[in-house]
């Protein structure tokens, strides 16, 4: 067996915490060994339920000092880019969360960087190592739907607390906190988007300096797909509830709403996936053609899949373990990740300039 690989937490804040499953439930793939936060009293916590003794509060002096292989990085947007490239350049593996950055140029210096060092780069898109997505992921890859023609997401929920979630400046708004993984997710079912429209506003005293909490936009996708996008903070009196629909020429694909039971995530986005297809009529048949079919929705079956755990961020940690060893590219690396926040940058730039971005101009 080989050595696990030897990772530095970097940020020990609510997402951190999330993170910490894996290297708790897998020790001999993914070995927490030292943590790193600027608030030494918020590490020294982390550190003690991680069962970690070495903490820091600065990442350059754990970058010398410390033995690890990679660094798990858990800090605010605007820090992601050169915490990154800083690790990247003293030869360790990268496991970023979303947003990639706050700025498209610091998504490609990361990959950039990554590159000059021939180390990984894998960004937190945890969505995509759901059971969920990787069944939905083989239905439309078989292409049991048919083409792919209209896509839709929605996300209403109340905004973060934290001034720094939303502050445009420091990559805040619910289009980077929130939106992104969805729009991810989509892109992961029906590839690169090509051009958007979108509006991004805010209506909360908190949301300062650009950002936002509300948006909506609609997405054409290279394929000739057009998608839908509605993310909210503001819906105070509305239940919070995601929702995501796949629109094909032959089937349909749609998450029913989270109602918290069974062995799901405990950090659901998504209720169960339902699928619907096309049945085959005979064209010379009078009473087929004039039949109009009302579709029967059940459950995507996910017991093929043989995740190791229902919880995103253990799959995609193993993921990243997995990935650094072999040096296979991650599913979602820098790479292909740029091409999520270029959506989200066009976004922004739509709704500054009231017009349609190609996204090939970003």
Known sequence: ?????????????GIARAHMTPYLEHPDRVHLVAICDMVEPLAQAYAKDAGVDTVYTDLDDMLRNADIDAVDICTGHAQHAPNAIAAAEAGKHVLV??????????????????DKAGT???VSQQLRYSADATAVKKIVDDGKLGDIQGVRNHIIMQGPDKSWMNDGSLGGGVLLLNSIHHIDLLRYYVGNVKRVMAFCKAFQPQMVNGGEDLVTATLEFESGAIGDIFASWTSYLTPEHASYL???S??????????????RSPFPHFGTMMAAYKEELDPNNESDRRRRIR???EPIDTSWTDMPSYNYFVNEVLHFEECCRTGNEPITSGRDNIESMKV???MFESSRTGKAVDLDSL
């Open 250 to 263: 032959q089937g349909t694909i749609h998450s029913g709403p989270y109602i918290g039971d069974g062995p």
């Open 295 to 297: 579709p029967s929705f």
């Open 246 to 248: 796949l629109l094909g």
């Open 1 to 13: 067996m080989s050595k696990p690989l030897r990772v530095g937490m970097v940020g020990a804040g």
């Open 97 to 114: 969360e979303k947003a990639m950055s706050n700025t498209l140029q610091g998504c490609r210096d990361m990959v950039e960087a990554a």
């Open 344 to 346: 989200a940058f066009g």
């Open 120 to 122: 990984t780069l894998m």
